[in-house]
């Protein structure tokens, strides 16, 4: 978790000016993280969010600025143990939904195990602005820009039955190879009529993929069974549509917010024949169900259609790119790309409240927590009737639960554990333990 350091609020006007009602926000937020994709990051850090609980209005009018920065102390089970700075600059004004700007720097690096010993996993560096009124009512507007090296990321081959049980002769990278990937993403929305939204995405991407020698990547790459193990630079542009009625973008207790769109992929040098499109959809809708406590339920499905780098096989989603169907953003406790393929499934339900409030060194915090159950698969091509991936569904489960602390208006932390069968492929351990900031969908 970050470490307590006090929250700086920076106010215009006196704090006694009313707080107008909670509204309903024009547009989702990206949904990044510390360990979302790309960049994994994730991996990234989502637009500061906060919640509220229900007996109060968030304050949108009062201008201030809310600054939050700690030590970032944290991690999960697929990066090992993480350590950096996280810093985030609120800017609150006009009745602007949800801010007028935010921004947010993320330093992070985590170590872990490896087979010499300790090592440094993953080093993770972003910055990202978000400003949700560019044109006022009308279009809102991100940027994001991250570099991640990830030394030791999972490749367990390109199926949803994808082998554990390394060979005798296997080293300790046999499993794992080298990622390197930086990465130029924008995401323009525009208010096309109440709730409905047009959705636009551009990206810039380069990836550097290093196999192992005498890993499973490598025998794979031999076999000429996988694409993309060599520099490339990618672009890709999404299109869609969007309809968000959350009560706000924060903490949800009640509405929906759903995307659906496309995009396309072309990636350079042309030689290396990587080029595809992606089609998906995610639903999310939320319930009150007495008290502080709100049901939460998402689905997605995503598929690619083309010519997909193996790592990208790993990863769905048109406008926010997560690890699917394991890690932090699918199926929890399912270790990050332990399976993979073009067509990927992920539902997740959660219970989650914020219960608690007090306050310490001058700042507001509330304490909650969740319990969840997510369930999911990958399917290694669309030949249904004949898919040697599995007997049965195929479905890949996780369930747990966790903490959520929100520090002021704008920022909400949260830390969780899940068991799945397959989390003892992460080197035996039987959970998946996640930090990242904001609710998970």
């Known amino acids: 978790m970050l470490l307590a350091t006090p929250q700086v609020v920076f106010a215009d006007a006196p704090t006694s000016t009313p707080a107008p009602a909670a509204a309903t926000a024009t547009a989702p937020a990206i949904e990044t993280h510390v360990s979302d994709m790309p960049l994994r990051a994730p991996r990234d850090m989502q637009p500061s969010t906060s919640a509220a609980p229900s007996s109060e209005a968030i ?42 700007w935010n921004s947010d720097v993320v330093l992070a690096a985590s170590l872990k195990g490896g087979p010499g ?16 009124d560019l044109v006022p009512k009308r279009v809102r507007f991100t940027i994001t820009s991250s570099y991640q090296r990830t030394i030791d990321y ?56 290093v196999a ?53 992929t072309y990636s350079l040098p042309a030689s290396a024949d990587v080029r595809y499109l992606s089609v998906g ?8 169900i007495g008290g ?40 929890r406790g399912v270790p990050v790309g332990r399976y993979r393929g073009p067509l990927k499934l992920v539902s997740n339900v959660e219970l989650r409240a914020l219960l608690y409030r ?29 898919n040697a991936d599995d007997t049965g569904l195929g479905l890949k489960w ?16 949260r830390a969780e554990a899940a068991y799945s069968p397959d989390a003892t492929a992460n080197r035996g351990f039987p959970l998946g333990i996640y930090v990242a900031e904001g609710v998970m969908f």
């Open 59 to 100: 304050d949108y009018t009062t201008p201030r600025l809310e600054v939050a920065g700690a030590p970032l102390i944290g991690g999960n089970s697929d990066i090992g143990f993480e350590f950096g700075a996280v810093a985030t600059v609120t800017r609150f004004a006009d009745g602007v939904v949800p801010y007028r």
């Open 281 to 288: 959809a995610v639903l999310a809708g939320y319930l009150p």
């Open 212 to 264: 192992y020698a005498d890993s499973r990547l490598s025998e794979d790459a031999a076999a000429g069974s996988i694409r993309g193990l060599r520099a490339l630079g990618h672009t890709s542009l999404a299109v869609g549509l969007g309809y968000d009625t959350r009560d706000n973008e924060f903490f949800p207790r009640r509405g929906a917010v759903h995307r659906v769109g496309v995009k396309a």
């Open 154 to 209: 999972g490749y367990f081959g390109t199926s949803n039955a994808s082998s554990s049980a390394a060979a005798s002769s296997a080293n300790g990278r046999y499993f794992q190879f080298d990622l390197r990937e930086a990465l130029l993403r924008s995401l323009t929305r525009v208010t096309l009529y109440g709730p409905y939204m047009l959705l636009v995405a551009a990206n810039l991407r380069y990836v550097d993929a």
């Open 398 to 413: 996780g369930a747990g639960g966790g903490l959520y602390l929100q520090w002021g208006q704008a920022a909400v932390f």
């Open 292 to 331: 502080p406590f709100v049901l939460a339920a998402r689905g997605l499905v995503d598929a690619q259609l083309g010519n997909v780098p193996f790592y990208d096989l790993a990863l769905g989603g048109i406008f926010q790119v997560d690890e699917l169907p394991g890690g932090p953003t699918g199926v």
């Open 358 to 386: 007090f306050h310490l060194l001058g700042a507001e915090f509330h304490l909650g927590g969740d319990v969840f159950a997510d369930c999911g698969r990958a399917f290694r091509d669309y030949h249904f009737g004949h």
């Open 117 to 132: 010993g300790a090592e440094i996993a993953q080093q993770n560096y972003l910055w990202q602005l978000d400003v949700p």
